[in-house]
């Protein structure tokens, strides 16, 4: 066997377009199988429908339908009343794999990759064969566009089928319809439940949904108003990497390395901004571009040491305490619900914040498994798989959930009891532990927070519970005493009526040795 | 707050590109930490290494260096004696992300994805601003050529920043140099472990290693010889989807479809082609292109109903039982070693083939845990990270270890005992569960096949511990024998002298008489 020279295997290499890569890898966006698959896609179009309504400040309305239209075939539709999309991007938006917009931006969104909605599509035509149709208008002045199209996956660029103008009675917004190969499931990863917990973490959008068996949801809005727009912020000092300030000092616009520094960062101001210069030993006043690379080793690591403020915080978008503890009244009848939500921290130079609620007892006494039920967020995206590999996972099994009053064999593991903990993680970037974003990577500092988080508001579940145990001591105690009540009137009446003073003891004498008498006949006894 | 428009939106849209993706998301690839980026960048360059010396038909010999260059640096290089890569190839294969061989082909390799080498590139100038210095030369003719590149992440593109040719004292191979943030340690998920496990599954590849310590290893070969080279193989008719069907219609240059069935797919001859256009209602005789969606579902449902061979196996790369016995043994100074290799099996249309060994007791009696060691691999590559969602660790605590021999608490999870757990997986596309290839994913196929070669080998470990067993008793047997020894021939010597007969009873009661006499005694016993 003589082998291949150099010259032969150069014959084989080749470009990979990233649509390839990622229709051989479609288990690494959660096409695994056919039930995940069908989440996944309704998953990405709720996600990117939510964001564009935000975006535009428009309360959310989705609607979304789900009908099996052959063997382990199902047409989804989600149509939404957002700001809809100009006609030349909706090729690129749905059919093409990184392409959007939140890639480059430093501000909390549910998307982040500009993956998701063309990898469905991806999907879509590779196991039906079946174009997206996609329509859009952006208001009532335009007519609405339709699209039917694939990807082009060796070019990694849309293939239009068709294109045209519709009538009028399209309403603004944007609609994607695929055909994909799937499975609807009823049980606790399905699509029901993914857009149940999404109402709950999102409880100013109104979303209606139809599922394969016909029947049909609306899930009401608990709250009218759109939290405020999350703001894009510059990156942090703290978070930068030597490979990433050396490519901004290159296409920087400003001329100076102090106005640099003051300009591309958040929370540099010119006194920090000389202090880094004069610990980096950088002049100032030097053009960005021209410093070599042990001056931008110098001013990368002076930029860690000189003490700079967190990074603004408004460019997150919590749900709120209040708003959490509302979505989950609107669709779980609990027996008691609490809430809390931490203030913001920071990893990596990025800002994070958790946020958590539990609801026990009530519906929940109800429920088939004996261990409490976890809901778990990002970006206000409930994350249905992969739990095991999850930050929110290792926070809740490191905490000592016998202090709060719930059971937890073994002492660490998730806890017993008639509970949901609804555990939310909103930040400018989120670290997945893959495309598929669906468990949060376990950073050290991220954990903590949520540990944090969750025993805060485990307290509040602790003061439930011990009043709520109080309350039945106390019944008791009352059931206890109205039992004996007739007895003590009774030895008292007889006792005044012989003339004798009417003071406790006697008569508590009598009441217990009647009561004796009674137990040792066998009478009746409370408990 | 008014919102944006479509029109404001659609400025924020743009391409995002591959190696843009890749450096946000570097966990994906395995530089999540310091320490494990450490590890990654060398298994990037070994699985590169190996995969050209075994294509060129050369034994490899691979020389590792890692200094510690700086406060957390350190300075990697990688030499083989592989075929070298021709000049114009060498800035795209270091230098762009998605780009080879391997992506395409069907046929086992450790590459697959044209990802991992340049992500180490990537991942050096982002945390150290250093470029890589490649050095390549195919033969002893030409001279050596060397880069120094970064990569373009905006475009995906290499940026070299020099090239040269050198002097002739370079041997053909080829050598990448990178310096990167990382941490050098030597616990159990070390650049060193990676190392000995890969010397134990390619015991025909000779490394040479110095770690940063300044300690150096000579892996040597257990084997003179290559295994034989993988055969490419077409992909198998019950591993296609609809959507790469319609695609391979419509590229083809056979002009009829039952030609086309035969010379695009493997075990599709002349009958079964024809007995699939048959039941597909489909003209064999049909230019492929011009089948309709309806035509090439009927097509596709056909392939999958007639009955067609198994895919042929020499894609396949196999260690061998006898390979993975050597290589254990001249690793590891174990009491017994075994090992077995299964039959290919097929998963989605992928041919598959596991291979387990055992090795126990001996130095692995100074274990400093007392579970058993596993050491997972796919191709040949070793597995160091994220086992908990691996389908080799769902396999193992899946046994039922308390039949072979080994305690397992709790009936289920890894089993305990002074042993070794060797499992690999071979495949033409190994579904690993992420880009950085450290966990196979679970399909149930895999997962019991595994389960069964786990078994084949552990019967092998059982029958030694219970030979060990039994000889363990045998000893205790002779030890009492040569006890009791002296006292019957003392006896028979007596009861002779005294004229009585010899024969065994008599004997027997009065050295057990004795014995009593002597244990009354409080006289010193044996066990």
């Known amino acids: 066997m003589p082998g291949k020279t150099a010259e032969e295997m150069a014959l084989d290499q080749k470009e990979i377009s990233v649509a390839e890569f990622f229709e051989k890898n479609r288990h690494l966006l959660g096409f695994d199988n056919p039930a995940k698959a069908l989440i996944t896609v309704v998953k990405e179009g709720v996600d990117n429908a939510l964001d564009a309504c935000e975006e535009a400040g428009k309360l959310p309305y989705l609607d979304v339908n789900i009908d099996e239209v052959g063997d382990n075939k199902y047409e989804i539709s989600l149509k939404d009343n957002g700001p809809g999309i100009v006609k030349e991007q909706m090729p690129s938006i749905f059919g093409k794999l990184l392409y959007g917009s939140k890639f480059h931006s430093r501000k909390q969104s549910r998307g982040q990759q500009g993956i998701g909605i063309s990898a469905s599509v991806l999907y879509s035509q590779l196991t039906t064969g079946k174009p997206a149709i996609i329509t859009s208008r952006t208001d009532m002045g335009s007519q609405p566009k339709q699209f039917e199209l694939k990807i082009d996956t060796v070019k990694n660029e849309p293939e239009i089928l068709d294109e045209r103008e519709l009538e009028d009675n399209f309403q603004p917004g944007t609609e994607i319809k695929v055909v994909v190969e799937?499975?609807?499931?009823?049980?606790?990863?399905?699509?029901?439940?993914?857009?149940?917990?999404?109402?709950?973490?999102?409880?100013?959008?109104?979303?209606?949904?139809s599922n394969p068996e016909g029947e049909s949801y609306d899930f009401e809005r608990a709250a009218e108003h759109l939290p405020p727009e999350p703001k894009e912020i510059k990156p942090h000092p703290y978070g930068v990497e030597l490979g990433v300030l050396a490519r901004m000092l290159k296409n920087t616009d400003s001329n100076k390395v102090l106005s640099f520094l003051q300009n591309e960062f958040t929370r540099i101001g010119r006194t920090s901004g000389e202090e880094i210069c004069r610990l980096a030993e950088v002049d100032p006043d030097k053009t960005p571009a021209k410093l070599g690379h042990n001056e931008q080793e110098r001013l990368l690591n002076a930029m860690q040491k000189v003490k700079?403020?967190?990074?603004?915080?408004?460019?997150?978008?919590p749900i709120g305490a209040d708003l959490i503890k509302s979505g989950l009244e609107k669709e779980i009848d609990a027996e008691f619900v609490t809430s809390t939500s931490r203030d913001p921290e920071v990893y990596r130079g990025n800002p994070f914040q958790i946020e958590v609620g539990i609801a026990y007892g009530g519906e929940l006494e109800e429920m088939e498994t004996d261990k409490?039920?976890?809901?778990?967020?990002?970006?206000?995206?409930?994350?249905?798989?992969?739990?095991?590999?999850?930050?929110?996972?290792?926070?809740?099994?490191?905490?000592?959930?016998?202090?709060?009053?719930?059971?937890?064999?073994?002492?660490?593991?998730?806890?017993?009891?008639?509970?949901?903990?609804?555990?939310?993680?909103?930040?400018?970037?989120v670290p997945f532990t893959s495309e598929s974003k669906e468990s949060i990577a376990r950073y050290p500092k991220i954990v903590k927070e949520i540990k944090l988080g969750i025993q805060e508001c485990a307290r509040g579940l602790q003061r439930h519970l011990s009043k709520k145990?109080?309350?039945?001591?106390?019944?008791?105690?009352?059931?206890?005493?109205?039992?004996?009540?007739?007895l003590v009137l009774e030895n008292a009446v007889e006792l005044a009526e012989n003339g004798h003073e009417l003071s406790i003891d006697p008569i508590m004498k009598r009441v217990i040795d009647e009561e004796l008498v009674e137990k040792a006949d066998g009478g009746a006894d409370d408990e």
């Not at 709950?200 to 949904?209: L, S, V």
């Open 182 to 209: 799937g499975k609807y499931i009823q049980r606790y990863h399905s699509v029901d439940e993914y857009l149940k917990q999404t109402a709950i973490a999102n409880p100013y959008a109104r979303i209606k949904y």
């Open 308 to 317: 700079i403020q967190r990074p603004p915080t408004d460019c997150l978008s």
């Open 372 to 429: 409490v039920k976890v809901m778990r967020y990002a970006n206000k995206v409930p994350l249905l798989y992969q739990s095991s590999s999850c930050a929110i996972t290792k926070a809740l099994e490191k905490t000592d959930w016998k202090r709060y009053g719930l059971d937890q064999p073994g002492s660490s593991g998730t806890p017993k009891g008639p509970a949901i903990i609804f555990v939310h993680l909103c930040s400018t970037w």
């Open 469 to 486: 145990h109080k309350g039945k001591k106390e019944k008791r105690r009352k059931k206890i005493f109205s039992n004996y009540m007739p």
